[in-house]
């Protein structure tokens, strides 16, 4: 996947493009100044970068380098701080209850590995702490509008229960919505919106 997402990231355009998911702005009264917020699989930085416009302290992580490349470029433009990691996801050593947030966008793992990086997603908060995430629906098989052409890396509601079962789900919607990122995410989809808040 290292691969993919090199060559993805590798053009000049912004393959998700530069603005912030929606449904991650809806969500910014939940968010403070000089909270500490990760920002998971991040890819070209579009909303680790406004997070840090928000006066967030924000780790965005990704594997991909040139993904990370143009996340600080695009931190730079904006004039303000963003922190990077490069790292894969199934193999890095997840901080424990570190995080005020944690943002997970679009992010979609195969089932042997899904519940554990979910958990890792969940300890990684402080006590309180809030994960906000946006995820395809296993119904965008039907749609073009992006997202993996795998059922087995797609969601549902049950599933995403399942998984963040020891902690509390504040808010879950399963929709279509019309997404407007970049070249990939474009046109109706078939998406779980979800909050969710880490309890011990």
């Not at 929606?22 to 890819?43: E, I, T, Y």
């Not at 509601?157 to 399963?174: T, V, W, Y």
């Amino acid at each position: 996947m290292r691969e993919f997402w090199e060559q993805r990231f590798a053009d000049d355009k912004y393959a998700y493009g530069q603005q912030p998911n929606d449904f991650l702005v809806s969500q910014r009264h939940r968010l403070k100044p000089a909270m500490k917020v990760l920002a998971v699989a991040d890819g070209e930085g579009r909303n680790g970068v406004w997070l840090a416009e928000q006066g967030l302290n924000v780790l965005s992580v990704d594997v991909s380098k040139n993904g990370l490349a143009k996340a600080q470029a695009l931190a730079a433009e904006r004039d303000v701080t963003l922190r990077t990691h490069c790292t894969d996801l199934a193999q890095w050593d997840w901080p424990q209850a570190e995080y005020d947030a944690v943002i997970a966008i679009f992010i979609h793992f195969m089932p042997d590995i899904r519940p554990r990086l979910h958990a890792a997603m969940l300890q990684t908060l402080k006590p309180g702490g809030l994960l906000v995430m946006e995820v395809f629906h296993k119904e965008q098989l039907a749609y073009e509008s992006g997202g993996p052409p795998v059922e087995a890396m797609l969601y549902t509601q049950e599933l995403l229960r399942h998984d963040f079962a020891d902690a509390e789900i504040d808010f879950m919607e399963h929709g279509i919505v019309n997404l407007n990122e970049g070249v990939y995410h474009q046109g109706e989809a078939s998406t779980i919106r979800m909050l969710v808040k880490r309890i011990n």
